[in-house]
């Protein structure tokens, strides 16, 4: 277990999305986005392909500069040099010949961005140990990355990220690919995170199921346009409709939440979104 940070972070918020609008090209992406995140919330940020969420990631890592706007993280503006950040991507191809062995990506985390060799000591190592041990994978600490189970590497990508102690980590679609149980344990784990270091959590992720039992908040994203609040909130009829702007059912099976989309309507591309008459879980 790591260290919790001292109790005054308890109710900070670590990451403020104030008023975020994106346009390229003469299209917009994002519309006016706002929602908060706490010391120690998981927020799901829950949408389908083209509702915006690379997007608003790039702006969060001040990678996509925002037409109007600010992103405050601790209370001031992002910027790139930062590293109140941790980030782990959708993708990273882990060779199976690579020669690098889980705690060498994790130590990766405190001194990748350096030029040269990195400085070994017993303190580095011990927080790169500190580290695996928090996410659960000192048992193959020493296995080659690439030889890993999706699960597993994903383990070592989170402690990759929170090696360098950031307020706030971002994880693109970190369940896809994963099969039910890591599905869960991944879950678990990234709540317990939260909980622990007092780190704020943003997740991106299509379904919002496999993190209702963790989630504190969640943010729907809907072509560019978002809502944000509790599940119980947020997961509603009348709310996803006027978000959508068009007919939308929610309905609640065996502790799920389906999103069911109404026939299409005249072109529109969050109806488009939920398809023809379709199921969608979204």
């Keep these: 277990m790591i260290p919790r940070p001292p109790s005054g972070d308890a109710d900070q918020e670590i990451l403020g999305i104030d008023g975020i609008s994106v346009t390229l090209s ?7 986005i706002r929602f908060s995140i706490q010391a120690g919330e998981l927020t799901g940020l829950i949408g389908s392909n083209g509702a915006g969420k690379t997007t608003l990631f790039r702006v969060i890592l001040a990678l996509q500069t925002a037409t109007t706007g600010r992103v405050l993280v601790a209370g001031k503006p992002r910027t790139r040099r930062s590293r109140l950040v941790g980030y782990v991507p959708q993708k990273i191809l882990l060779d ?19 030029l040269g060799m990195p ?4 303190a580095r190592r011990r927080l790169v140990d500190e580290m695996l041990d928090a996410v659960g994978a000192r048992g193959f600490a020493d296995a ?8 597993e590497q994903q383990r070592v990508l989170i402690a990759h990220a929170l090696v360098s102690r950031p307020k706030l980590l971002l994880l693109d679609e970190p369940l896809a690919n994963l099969d039910l149980r890591s599905e869960q344990e991944v879950v678990e784990l990234l709540a317990r995170i939260a909980s622990e270091q007092r780190i704020a959590v943003l997740i991106s992720a299509h379904d919002m199921n496999p993190l209702l039992p963790v989630m504190d908040r969640i943010v729907y994203l809907a072509d560019g ?12 009829s009348e709310v996803l409709t006027d978000l959508y702007r068009h007919p939308v059912d929610v309905l609640r099976i065996h502790d799920r939440i389906l999103v069911v989309g109404g ?15 379709e199921v969608r879980i979204l």
């Design 26 to 32: 003469g299209r917009q992406i994002l519309d006016d």
């Design 96 to 114: 199976p010949d690579v020669p690098m062995r889980a705690r060498d990506v994790v130590a990766l985390g405190l001194d990748g961005h350096r």
């Design 119 to 122: 400085l070994r000591s017993a």
């Design 144 to 151: 080659r990355v690439g030889h890993l189970s999706g699960g």
């Design 225 to 236: 346009r978002a809502v944000s609040g509790t599940v119980d909130e947020v997961a509603r």
């Design 263 to 277: 026939p299409r309507a005249t072109a529109s591309s969050s109806a488009e979104q939920l398809a023809d008459s």
